[in-house]
């Protein structure tokens, strides 16, 4: 009996020496792994930190954390709000300040954010019946007209391509050298001015031509009784701010300048009225009147006769017998 329990011991006590090396075998085997591991571990809560800290205190840094864990969630927070998400937690965000500038651009509420850059590359591409205006030192406004959505803008009022023709441009500024007995180059200077602000603001350049015919017939001096001044008859008063990116409202006669301002506030005005000829009725003033005393009619009908000069002249055809006769 004793002999038995002896032998049944000793079996026990090598099976445990056993299970103990094949466990001392494992870690070791394991060890590898474990470092592996750990060392990931650690790359892992650095990768964490980091991007958790680059965030700047506005929470980008989590987002980014959340858009590499859970990627699909995060897909769908940018296709519903956009970045929102993080301009949310920033003060002043750039975003927000566009919207109010034009949010107010009819009350002149609009801060003046100056604008880096002088001449913007579409701007110096356009060819222009006097190409010396294109290096005029002159902050553009693209950086407020970009920010109304280019789907707001009634087709009519957008570029016709018209005037990319230098000798279209030549035949307008006939036009209205002899209208208006201008000085030639007078009217080529506010014709290629025109021209290069449309480009600026991408608003159609006849509009902006047909515009200043009917409010100042090219004469920039021109001041009405309620304040009006300049080529476009800006409302100087209001838009003073829309005038400190420019030095303030002792500028706001220059053509340059003028012209500027009266286009971005007629195309923030068509985007928000929902076409061409609410825009201009907005833009003399009659927004809530019954009619406008024929201003629109009087700007439509100029913009169509300035398109007349810049189409070719498509000649009626006559047949006799196969042949064609023109009439």
């Not at 651009?105 to 579409?122: N, R």
Request: glycine share 6%.
């Amino acid at each position: 009996m004793i002999k038995c329990f002896s032998n049944t011991s000793s079996d026990m006590q090598l099976a445990r020496t056993a299970r103990l090396k094949a466990r001392a075998l494992l870690a070791h085997a394991l060890s590898p792994v474990y470092r592996v591991m750990n060392g990931l571990l650690i790359v892992t809560v650095f990768m964490i930190v980091g991007l958790w800290l680059s965030g700047n205190g506005t929470q980008a840094g989590a987002f980014d954390l959340a858009r590499i864990l859970v990627p699909d969630e995060a897909r769908h927070i940018v296709w519903q709000t956009g970045f929102g998400v993080l301009d949310q937690y920033q003060e002043d965000a750039p975003n927000t300040i566009a919207d109010k500038e034009i949010a107010n651009v009819i009350y002149g509420k609009a801060s003046a954010v100056p604008h880096s850059g002088l001449m913007s590359a579409k701007q110096q591409t356009v060819a222009l019946l006097m190409p010396s205006v294109a290096h005029a030192q002159v902050k553009p406004i693209s950086h407020l007209s970009d920010r109304i959505p280019t789907s707001k803008i009634d087709p009519q009022a957008l570029d016709s391509k018209l005037m990319v023709s230098i000798q279209n441009q030549r035949a307008v500024a006939d036009f209205f050298e002899k209208k208006y007995k201008l000085d030639r180059a007078k009217i080529e200077e506010y014709v290629s001015k025109t021209v290069l602000i449309a480009k600026e603001v991408n608003i159609d350049p006849i509009l902006l031509l047909a515009v200043i015919s009917v409010e100042s017939n090219f004469n920039p001096l021109i001041k009405s009784h309620a304040g009006a001044e300049g080529l476009m008859q800006v409302m100087t008063a209001i838009h003073q701010d829309k005038y400190a990116l420019y030095g303030g409202a002792s500028d706001a006669v220059k053509p340059e300048v003028n012209i500027r301002v009266g286009a971005y506030i007629l195309k923030y005005l068509i985007a928000t009225s929902g076409s061409l000829r609410n825009g201009l009725k907005y833009y003399v003033g009659a927004a809530n009147a019954d009619n406008d005393g024929g201003y629109t009619d009087k700007v439509m009908a100029e913009r169509n006769r300035l398109i007349s000069l810049c189409q070719p002249a498509t000649p009626n055809k006559l047949t006799l017998n196969g042949k064609d006769l023109r009439s």
